[in-house]
């Protein structure tokens, strides 16, 4: 619109603009064009001024360059590298580069960008900071499983504070993508299978990095990725097709997003996969009529690595120049890796096949964030070496970074009060291919981690009792080798109790790592077995990126703890909770089915006609496993436990206006002071479309004191019961609805009322 009333006055708007422009450049050495702000007036109309003041100088060509997004050669997180990016930045056909970090590094491309080009545009620097810069904290579904959005405000913070100490503006994170299914190596990346925690988690995450002021040197802007419904891929295979109706899409997958830029998210990434047979990144449904148009976002759209080129591969675009202008229609501002707007859009506009106020808009949006960032202002700001080297690994960041992995552990199984572990035992073997591992632990995705910052388990347990622990590996997790078995059975067969830390490679997660067998890989459940016919006390750690199918654990093991990848301090947070200093609080944000069989499994299903009924031939059911999963969403154990009164609501009827207050007593049953996640699920028993058998609307960590009891009350009001109804409009309908309230989604405790 600006813009657009801009060319249409031109005449006037560029005498006006041109002595603004005068006004307002400060000539501070060479080419250094920046524009201080009038001032007064509406923070965001000073930004536009500012913005508009710079794109009257800019060339067609230079406004493609901010366009224009490449990575640098310091990491790979993708298929091609241009070895030309520095050249490219000189010449003012850059806009943002990723993938270069450091304090020392980014000040010397932003000097390039800043000091040797025409007009001195400075540059954006991106990056992964997907779980932590160079503190690395759980990975993403691990830190979900904590249900605490204020440990994940924190990481997201940590991170953020990190991340900009080392010369970088923008984080491609949070990851939104809602995932059911476990093969997908990308379910590590997110917050598992639900839309409601899966929500609050995104607001958090963005408030983490992004904090109040996106001008503060220890904030960085945001990215809401992967824009939409990339966890739908077909088969849990990366990058597969995605085909829904727009119901389910509106329903489950796109409401983190809304959720990220209600948080004020800051830009969208768009997915590799199509929806509905057109590639997300010349989607216009997405980009435009919902992310613009029913949304209003203001900031700025980049495309994943080179996914305006992969339309050609899709079969949308016939070359290049055809993908190009697809993207720039439905709505791309920014062209991660692909070139594509760099080769073609400026012969796309001199041939008129797209116009120049197409671009306009593009590069405002672009400009405008870099305003917000303070660039303009002052290029190097992010840059400063002393920051950096005070903030990173600070022991603050490390204890932070422990104490969200603590809060990330779930316990899954614990017979006869296995754990905690006596600090006065006599011997504890610790065996396993993860067990002293320093690269796992810090996942997939780890940014700048470095796996030698890491303090592995064998060490976490060490630092509690000393040499009392002794350690054998047994095996690798992806190696068909048995040589190590003889020696870890010898030694657990000394030994009080055996700690077993067994589960996945950081490597068999997160992109391009789906696998289409979810169970332990290499001989690990055989080492598994041959200790527990030892007879000693069997504890499990995981360490996954992913739900695993381990039934036969399940059966046999004596304690299980479910710990993810912990990042850099995952050893002492172990520690903590098997030796009883934490008690662990983690609740699955995933389920876990029993096999891979059983996928796509999640507990927000529909009931179908002939729901599963054991006696009866003729339901939907399988004849060779239960329908059940082997852990459910939500689930999780305590040292403690807990017991929950009948459900009650404030009055059986409410009015559509009004609300009503459901209630239950926790009593914490147990000897220990613990923490339980209250979860209340709301069933809409008949509608104008089928409707889930129940569906996540509250949750609340309570922490009760041995034999302390305490009322938790959840108030029901209309936005917990809308849906999108058969004509997609999004409403409560009146009728009958089960309220169910429990440690997980499995329980059967609830209570009815009406809606009027
Ligand atoms: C990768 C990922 C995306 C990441 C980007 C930049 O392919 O899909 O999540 O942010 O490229 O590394």
């Known amino acids: 619109m600006r813009i657009a009333m801009k060319h249409k006055y031109s005449k006037y708007l560029n005498g006006l603009g041109l002595l603004f422009v005068v006004w307002s450049i400060n000539f501070s050495g060479l080419n250094k064009h920046y524009f201080s702000a009038k001032p007064g007036g509406d923070p965001e109309e ?8 710079v794109m009257e100088m800019m060339t067609l060509e230079e406004k493609i360059g901010q366009m224009t997004l490449f990575t640098s050669d310091w990491d790979v997180t993708g298929p091609t590298i241009r070895a030309t990016y520095k050249e490219d930045i000189r010449a003012g056909k850059v806009g943002a580069i990723f993938n270069a970090h450091t304090a020392a590094y980014n000040r010397e491309l932003q000097r390039v960008a800043v000091e040797e080009t025409r007009l001195g545009i400075p540059l954006l620097f991106g990056y992964d900071v997907i779980h932590g810069y160079k503190t690395i904290f759980p990975v993403p579904l691990g830190e979900a499983a904590s249900w605490d959005l204020e440990a994940i405000e924190k990481s997201a913070r940590v991170s953020a504070v990190e991340a900009a100490a080392a010369g970088l503006h923008w984080t491609f994170a949070p990851m939104v993508d809602i995932a059911r299914d476990p093969r997908w190596g990308r379910i590590m990346e997110g917050a598992g299978e639900d839309t409601y925690l899966g929500s609050l988690i995104a607001q958090a995450r963005v408030k983490g990095f992004q904090g109040d002021d996106l001008g503060a040197v220890n904030t960085v802007v945001a990215c ?56 997300a990144t010349a989607n216009k449904f997405l980009l435009d009529e919902i992310l613009r148009k ?78 917000l960032l303070g660039l303009f202002d002052d290029p190097y700001k992010y840059s400063d070496e002393a920051r950096q080297k005070r903030e990173l690994l600070s022991p603050e960041h490390l204890e932070a970074s422990r104490d ?76 068909d080798n048995r040589d ?21 490679k950081a490597y068999m997660s997160g992109e391009a790592a789906s696998r289409s067998d979810i169970t332990l890989p290499g001989p690990q459940l055989e080492l598994a ?135 239950v007593e926790i009593t914490n049953t147990g000897k220990l002071a613990g923490t339980e996640t209250v979860q209340w699920y709301i069933r809409d028993l008949v509608g104008s479309v089928t409707r889930p058998v129940r569906e996540l609307k509250h949750f609340e960590r ?55």
């Open 529 to 663: 077995q041959r200790l527990k016919e030892t007879g000693k006390p069997l504890i499990i750690v995981l360490m996954n990126g992913r739900p695993l199918a381990i039934p036969w654990l399940a059966e046999h093991a004596d304690a299980i703890v479910e710990t993810w990848f912990l990042g850099t301090q995952a050893g002492p947070a172990i520690a903590d909770v098997l030796f009883g200093d934490y008690n662990p609080s983690g609740r699955l944000p995933v389920t876990f089915p029993r096999s891979v069989g059983q996928v796509p499994l999640f507990y927000n299903m529909k009931n179908t006609g002939r729901p599963m009924d054991p006696n009866n031939k003729y339901t939907s059911k399988y004849l060779d496993i239960p329908n059940t999963p082997l852990y459910p969403f939500g689930f999780g154990l305590s040292y403690t436990t807990f017991s929950y009164g009948d459900p009650r609501v404030s009055r059986t009827t409410m009015q559509a206006k009004g609300s009503i207050t459901a209630s």
């Open 404 to 479: 969200v992995a603590r809060k990330s552990i779930v316990l899954l199984k614990n017979e006869r009060g296995t754990l905690p572990l006596n600090r006065d035992i006599r011997k504890l073997a610790v065996i396993g291919p993860l067990a002293d591992n320093h690269q796992d632990m810090i996942g997939a995705w780890s940014g700048a981690g470095d796996a030698k910052d890491v303090t592995t388990l064998l060490q976490g347990l060490r630092n509690v009792v000393g040499q009392r622990v002794v350690y054998a590996m047994g095996c690798e997790a992806d190696q």
């Open 224 to 279: 809401a990725k992967h824009y939409a419904a990339y966890g739908a891929a077909l088969a849990g295979r990366d990058y597969s097709t995605v085909d829904m109706s727009e119901r389910m899409l509106r329903e489950i997958y796109l409401p983190p997003f809304k959720a990220a830029l209600d948080a004020g998210c800051g830009t969208f990434m768009t997915s590799f996969n199509e929806l509905d047979g057109v590639p």
């Open 702 to 756: 309570v922490h009760l004191q041995p034999g302390e009891s305490r009322q938790v009350s959840f108030e029901i009001t209309l936005n917990d019961l809308k849906f999108y109804d058969k004509d997609l409009h999004y409403k409560a309908e009146p009728g009958d609805f089960q309220v169910f309230v429990g440690p997980d989604a499995s329980t059967e405790r609830s209570v009815k009322f009406t809606l009027n």
């Open 46 to 53: 000073r930004i536009l001024a500012r913005v508009d003041s």
């Open 484 to 504: 190590g078995f003889a020696q870890a059975i010898n030694l657990a067969q000394s030994a009080d109790a055996i700690v077993l830390a067994i589960g996945e």
């Open 294 to 371: 029913e949304w209003h976002f203001p900031g700025f759209v980049v495309t994943d690595y080179t996914s305006i080129d992969e339309m050609i591969n899709h079969g949308y675009a016939a070359d290049q120049r055809q993908a190009a202008e697809q993207a720039l229609d439905a709505g791309v501002d920014m062209d991660m890796q692909s070139a594509a707007y760099y080769n073609h859009l400026e012969d796309l506009v001199k041939s008129g096949d797209v116009q120049e106020e197409q671009i306009d808009q593009a590069v405002q949006r672009i400009l405008r964030m870099k305003f």
